[in-house]
């Protein structure tokens, strides 16, 4: 059965007092989904190690201590939901005498730490951790690349996906492109090489949607080398009845009363290109040619222009747009993937965001959180790395939003409490003593405890309030409104029904 916190802070509190004159208190973390068994076999493999310890009082302490946990671990037939943590060792203060003990607990949050370790004292942070967390806070880092979707518990930062976009990260590294002898005809020049095409000349080309004549300007041009290319050969007499081009150039295809955008690797012989004046051009052969170096790649205004008489697709505007479909489809996905973690979760407070600045900031805009999601967005910070190390630095960078979060969300119960106070008296307690009747009774909804408040006196009434399924707040006295709660006795409830 789990633990209680408030037997997990007495646990911490004792466990953390023991201290060994030499590496021989043991502490063993079985996370959720550990097979047991699997850590027991572990633990006996252990022994033969452990005979290796020149010291014969800590070499016998080791092998006592671990025998004392794999014989514990047989009386469990699985691991409990929540993890296992156990700790085991001689914890005598006198030189030469034996106080062995072991204590194993099921913590009250799902453990995720693995863990083996002899050492001088036992090792209980997994466990201090659990005790901070009251509320968690949902992390995202992302680029138009990649996301890794994060969970901060406390002082843990945990990995809950990772995704990838698929987008090419160099679109004129896989643009398309031509070889650099094919012409095209340019308004004021007549018929030129496509290498002597110059930034600003207007290329013909066609209106896409009446299919007419047009200029098209040209916006850039550069050099490309690729490992191959593809031959295409023609019906085609003028200028040339074959084309040289990449293997991903685009053509415009007729077929069926349809004019269809279609790759290059993708046709075949016997497809009619569009020619000028709306000519079919019918492909007779297509080859591998030996080598596609020394191409060009152009990008013209309005996405075509004519190339040896073929009409041809623009480039870079065509994986401009394929990019920008790839992003949207990856914005989907990952908020698709914090809908799957987030909504709904409980201790959720607030979801952290952090990217460059242009992709954090579309992918918000665009609302592809759900409107539930998108209200727990309570900052977005400009970071460069989406990975696992891009969390840590988000979280990092996320610590005045945090601070001014929690000093917040303490001012709202304080608020919450005086307010009750003052306008339903008789369903609050103030103080102490009628706290604890309340708790007594069974009537406390919310008990408030300020973090000054004694240690013993919390230990206490926060047990009283577990108990009885009281939900717990501790206020502190970094806010006006904490400190005037201090100063009013530290102890306050707001109550289920009356009791006066």
């Given at each position: ?103 194993a607990v099921e913590p009250m949050m799902p453990l995720k730490t693995r863990m083996y370790r002899c050492d001088k004292e036992f090792i209980l942070e997994p466990l201090r951790e659990m005790l901070e967390v009251t509320e968690v806070f949902g992390l995202l880092v992302m680029d138009r690349k990649e996301a890794t979707i994060g969970l901060l518990e406390g002082k843990r930062i945990e990995v809950l996906h990772k995704m ?241 979060h929690e000093r917040l969300r303490e001012k709202k119960d304080v608020e919450t409490f005086f307010k009750a106070l003052g306008e339903q008296p008789e369903k609050a307690a103030l103080g102490e003593k009628e706290s604890r009747k309340a708790l007594e009774m069974g009537a406390v909804e919310t008990l408030y405890l300020s973090s000054k408040t004694p240690k013993n006196k919390v230990a206490e009434l926060s047990e009283m ?36």
């Open positions: 059965m789990p633990i209680t916190k408030q037997e997990l802070t007495e646990l911490v509190e004792q466990l953390e007092q023991y201290k060994a004159r030499a590496t021989e208190l043991i502490t063993v973390y079985i996370p959720v989904g550990q097979n047991i068994y699997t850590v027991a076999d572990q633990l006996e493999a252990e022994k033969s190690t452990a005979k290796n310890i020149k010291s014969a009082a800590t070499r016998k302490n080791v092998n006592n201590a671990l025998d004392k946990i794999t014989r514990q671990l047989k009386e469990y037939k699985k691991t409990p939901e929540n993890g296992l943590a156990i700790f085991s060792g001689n914890i005598s203060k006198t030189e030469g005498q034996e106080d062995l003990r072991l204590w990838t976009s698929g987008i090419p990260s160099k679109v004129r590294a896989g643009g398309q492109c031509l070889d650099g002898d094919t012409i095209v005809n340019v308004k004021d020049k007549g018929d030129i090489k496509i290498s002597e095409v110059n930034k600003g000349d207007l290329l013909k080309g066609v209106n896409i949607k009446t299919m007419k004549e047009a200029f098209n300007k040209c916006l850039k041009r550069w050099n490309v080398n690729k490992n191959e290319s593809l031959l295409i050969i023609t019906n085609g007499d003028y200028p040339s009845s074959e084309i040289n081009s990449s293997l991903d150039h685009t053509f415009y295809t007729y077929s069926k009363g349809k004019v269809k955008e279609i790759i290059a690797s993708d046709i075949k012989a016997g497809d009619f290109l569009i020619g000028q004046d709306n000519k079919l051009i019918k492909i007779i052969s297509i080859d591998v040619a030996a080598s596609g170096k020394g191409l060009i790649d152009i990008e013209v205004k309005n996405k075509n222009f004519f190339a040896n008489s073929i009409l041809v697709h623009n480039s870079s505007q065509r994986f401009h747009r394929i990019t920008e479909g790839l992003t949207k489809e990856f914005y989907k996905r990952i908020a698709e993937g914090m809908k799957k973690f987030f909504l709904g979760m409980p201790k959720l407070k607030g979801i952290l965001i952090g990217g460059p600045i242009p992709t954090k900031d579309e992918f918000l805009e665009g609302e592809y959180l759900t409107g539930q999601l998108q209200q727990k967005v309570m900052g977005k910070i400009d970071i460069g790395d989406s990975s696992e190390s891009g969390l840590r630095e988000l979280v990092e960078r996320s610590q005045d939003l945090l601070a001014d309030a577990e108990n009885i399924g009281s939900e717990i707040k501790t206020i502190s006295i970094d806010t006006p409104e904490g400190e005037q709660f201090f100063n009013m006795g530290g102890v306050g409830a707001t109550l289920r029904f009356r009791i006066k």
